[in-house]
């Protein structure tokens, strides 16, 4: 196991270096002029050209990359063109929110999605499962943004028991924290929700018909166990699968979601480093969020062990 682990560790650093390639040929590649956007529409020729100089524009893109990727092995993000701050102190004062709906969007998901994935498979065919299925559909089928602003409108809007936006730290007012993360995290966990349902829907189903559930059955298993114990032990692995590859919705997810519930996190920060034209606090969240991606798909790997003993490294 550990030296699968290694071997996945050594296997990502290609992997990061083609990601910093890519993000740093698409944000030069791009129109706009990152001079302009911090001097402004009035400035002349010579002031830009000043600003060019000192953030080594003017070298040719080949040189620009090699001097930016020996910053970033050295730990060295940069400063942020925009606000003139370290880009480690900028994105580490929005980690926090994200990291929160992150979490708790993740948990209210497994636990939500799974026992109705369950249920939905153990009752196929039937009214629940229906049910099941076309609010799975629904919830897949609909923007992230559409649900955040409809939420907004009846619970906070007309209801008014959760506020509009903002954000609360646990550690400041855990009840506050309910509150500010609770719709944000319902509007984030809808496809997410959708998504493992009809994977584990589909798992157990195709669990259900095997012949040592029907043997379970025939020994007069009680019914509740062939399905926890049997049947979703030996369809985890697919479940596990999609909420590891799932991170990749709440990695945009979140984007919307931050923006549409002015949360200060991570979403946030993208956008705004985006409409700045800001590199290099662009290039570094890319990188980090590469990262986390990465990181997700290998502890994923490592839980089919946990779930399968078949499966070895």
Known sequence: MLAYVARRAVMTIPVMGMVALIAFLLLHLAPGDPAIIMAGDTATPAQLA?????????????????????????????????????????????????????VTTMTFSILLAVPVGVYAAWARGKVGDRLVMAAAVL???????????????????????????????????????????????????????????????????????EDFVRTARAKGVPETRVVLRH????????????????AAFLIGGVVVTESVFNIPGLGRLVVESVLARDYPLIQSLILLLSAIYIVINLAVDLLYTVFDPRIRY
């Open 50 to 102: 000043e600003i060019r100089a000192n953030l080594g524009l003017d070298q040719p893109v080949y040189v620009q990359f090699f001097y930016w990727l020996s910053e970033i092995l050295r730990g060295n993000f940069g400063t942020s063109l925009h606000s003139h701050k370290p880009v480690v102190d900028m994105i580490s004062a929005r980690v926090g929110p994200t990291l929160s709906l992150a």
């Open 139 to 209: 919830g897949f089928s609909t923007p992230v943004f559409v649900t955040g602003y409809v939420l907004i409108y009846l619970f906070s809007l007309k209801a008014g028991w959760f506020p509009v936006q903002g954000f609360t730290p646990l550690a400041t007012d855990p009840l506050a924290f309910l509150r500010t993360v609770a719709l944000p995290t319902l509007t984030l966990s809808t496809t997410y929700i959708a998504l493992i349902a009809r994977i584990s829907r589909s798992s157990v189903l195709e669990v259900l018909g």
């Open 231 to 246: 049947a979703l032990r030996n369809a985890a692995v697919p479940i596990v699968t999609v909420v590891g590859s799932g």
